[in-house]
């Protein structure tokens, strides 16, 4: 078990805690570098921080497992199972994860192992806030101890957990769009779903897995969105084996809700009207598929993709608002005989030759890219990086705008990680000031003589202002000192992201300077 960090453009101290153990809390601390990845095993701790899926386990016992990672400043991260067979990646969502409405894709054409009588579909659900009171209901099979519910209200604090799991290993016993949710005025609470040992025709058996966005984020915005791309990987290719191919399993939110799918061939599918908890499939059997909602109604999508019968799993970033990330960074995990490393690009079409991996600007390119029709602004790319070596950490760029990169990472007979590294959220320019203390504000009081380290979004170009009190007023990242006493509102102009131009600001308050003075 892994936890791969990268630190974004200031040096961050970092902490892994479980809250719901203090004082015991801490699992590890550490400073990294700017664009720094670290890479730290948590094998030995598993029993602490994993719900335990043995059969005789009481699933409906609250557990004190929940992680927390924070930074002074940045950074970017995801949980690794590395086992060599059954891998996958949980790429962390930051804030974004957090939420009080949640419904839960899974795949439903993969009965679990029978072999192994522990593997099944789990829901893990963890609590920010204490006395939060959670229900489960909408759930199409049974669950272990429970039925079909509803479920509770199940009451969690903070850093507790609960593991939810299907009494079924059947493939049509799954528990493809359950509904959890806060009902009291706590959470939020964060969601991650789990398929152990999913198997294929062919003997394939891979965990499937991804942690979820909310319905709806902190502010009451779309997390989810009415408008997807999936760039097909390489899962059931004829030359390995015939069937299953890849699939996109998409969830409603809201009733009455269809689904237009383009297959990129000029063929169209429409799915529904659905209802909010109803699931269905589609076969990806072209290179890529866009997905779109009527009346732009939000739905979830989760992509199973991989290699010859070696499965995982991704929940797919929206591309119908302003969404992605600048900047990734990632750590190759298999290099071994047959392994691949493959690049799921999309981009805005004003950005494809703006891609830099490690600083080189010759490895994604613009020829890499195809138009996707019907979006007017996205193109899609699947690039093999076969330069990258086990272990090696990578950090890719755009030097113009966001991007969405999903990485699938293994081999036909070995296994497969899946995961999307972007930022689900709409992006809202932030502007904040170092607190020290794992964290960051917009304004703060301090003393005459103090300097304050500044932050703002990932973006293009940067004006901050007034310039006169930073020692650069064009980085993501100045310094300001030699405030004048009382408030001086500091505002930062970004530009860049989706073509848009924004700003936000922070509030510094310098206190007169204390003279002693004796009689």
């Avoid at 269905?280 to 290699?307: A, Q």
Wanted: with cysteine.
């Amino acid at each position: 078990i892994y936890l791969r960090v990268t630190c974004k453009a200031n040096t961050s101290a970092i902490a892994l805690l479980q809250p719901a153990m203090a004082p015991n809390d801490t699992i590890l601390k550490d400073t990294l570098d700017p664009y720094e990845t670290k890479t730290y095993e948590l094998s030995d701790s598993i029993d602490r921080i994993e719900n335990s899926p043995a059969l005789d386990a009481a699933f409906s016992e609250i557990h004190d497992y929940g992680l927390l990672l924070k930074g002074t400043q940045n950074i970017q991260a995801y949980y690794e199972v590395g086992d060599r067979n059954n891998p996958e990646i949980f790429a962390f969502k930051g804030k974004n994860a957090l939420g009080y409405e949640f419904y839960t894709p899974f795949q439903d054409i993969l009965d679990n192992a029978g072999g192994y009588p522990e593997t099944r579909q789990r829901i893990d659900i963890v609590s920010t806030k204490d006395n939060t009171e959670i229900v489960i209901d909408n759930i199409p099979n049974d669950i272990r101890n429970f039925g079909t519910g509803p479920i509770g209200p199940l009451t969690l604090d903070k850093g507790e957990t609960v593991s939810l799991v299907a009494e079924s290993q059947d493939a049509n016993k799954h528990l493809g769009g359950t509904r959890i949710r806060v009902t009291n005025d706590r959470g939020p609470i964060a969601v991650t779903i789990s398929d152990d040992s999913a198997e294929q025709p062919d003997g394939c058996l891979d965990i499937i897995g991804d942690q979820l966005v909310p319905s709806e984020g902190l502010d009451g915005t779309p997390v989810i969105g009415s408008e997807y791309l999936a760039i097909r990987g390489r899962l059931g290719l004829p030359d390995v084996t015939d069937d299953p191919n890849d699939h996109v399993f998409m969830v409603a939110t809201e009733d009455d809700t269809e689904i237009t799918i383009d297959d990129g061939g000029g063929a169209t599918t429409t799915i529904g009207p659905l209802m909010a908890g109803d699931m269905e499939r589609y076969e990806v059997d072209t290179s890529y598929i866009h997905l779109k909602s009527n009346d732009e109604k939000p739905f979830y999508v989760l992509h199973m993709s991989g290699f010859g019968c070696e499965s995982g799993g991704a929940i797919l970033p929206p591309i119908d608002q302003c969404t992605g990330s600048y900047e990734v960074g990632t750590t190759r995990s298999f290099d071994n005989s047959g392994d691949v490393y493959i690049y799921n690009i999309l981009s805005r079409s004003n950005a494809t030759d703006g891609f830099l991996v490690n600083g080189d600007p010759t490895i994604i390119e613009d020829a890499d890219f195809d138009p996707i029709p019907g979006t007017n602004e996205w193109e899609a790319a699947q690039v093999e990086l076969g330069m990258i070596n086990e272990g090696d950490s990578v950090l890719i760029r755009n030097t113009e705008d966001v991007f969405h990169l999903g990485i699938i990472n293994g081999g036909s007979t070995s296994g497969c990680l899946y995961g999307y590294f972007s930022d689900f959220k709409v992006l809202d320019p932030f502007a904040e000031i170092d607190d020290g203390e794992y964290g960051s504000t917009s304004d703060m009081f301090d003393c005459a003589g103090s300097s304050f380290q500044l932050n703002s979004t990932p973006a293009k170009d940067y004006t901050w202002s007034p310039s006169a009190y930073l020692n650069d007023p064009n980085i993501q990242n100045p310094i300001a000192s030699n405030l004048p006493e009382g408030n001086t509102d500091i505002t930062v102009e970004v530009t860049g992201a989706c073509q848009q131009v924004a700003s936000n600001k922070v509030s510094i308050y310098v206190f007169p300077e204390t003279k002693a003075r004796f009689d």
